[in-house]
């Protein structure tokens, strides 16, 4: 049950990531960042990505994804039809990733200490979708805000 929720929340959100990214009427003002608006949405979605790559795929997932998370937030650039492809890949790794788990795997402690305290997996993927969505609606702001 509670997989199909995290899939649902998954699913939702990383679609509207792609309609966000597609939604700009100026493919250049994906990169912008202006005054305290310190992260542009290309680099949101970046961000995004190897988050997810990282926390989901390699380590529940064993993909094997190495993390670059300084150039998520250097990188430029990247042309839109780029990141609509690893968003849509990356919603490959999280179903394929969620296909393997049962729901006795979820009670199960997460590989990794993120937190000052260790947490299951079933906390910790919750934990995922919530940061998806707060960037996600960063990025709806962004767009609403600099894509004029």
Not at 66 to 77: G, H, M, N, V, Y
Request: proline share 2%; with cysteine.
């Amino acid at each position: 049950m509670m997989i199909e929720v995290i899939r649902t929340l998954f699913n939702r959100d990383l679609n509207k990531l792609k309609s966000e990214i597609e939604a700009y009427q100026d493919e250049s003002r994906l990169w912008l960042s202006s005054g305290t608006i310190s992260n542009s949405a290309g680099n949101l979605c970046l961000h995004l990505v190897g988050n997810l790559n990282t926390y989901l795929g390699a380590e529940v997932g064993k993909t094997g994804y190495i993390r670059d998370r300084p150039l998520e937030f250097s990188r430029k650039d990247v042309p839109r039809a780029k990141l609509i492809l690893m968003v849509e890949a990356t919603i490959g790794v999280v179903n394929h990733v969620l296909d393997q788990l049962t729901e006795a795997d979820l009670q199960k402690e997460y590989p990794l200490l993120v937190f000052a305290e260790k947490t299951s997996t079933e906390y910790f993927l919750v934990h995922l979708t919530t940061h998806l969505a707060y960037h996600l609606g960063q990025i709806n702001y962004h767009r609403r805000l600099l894509d004029k």
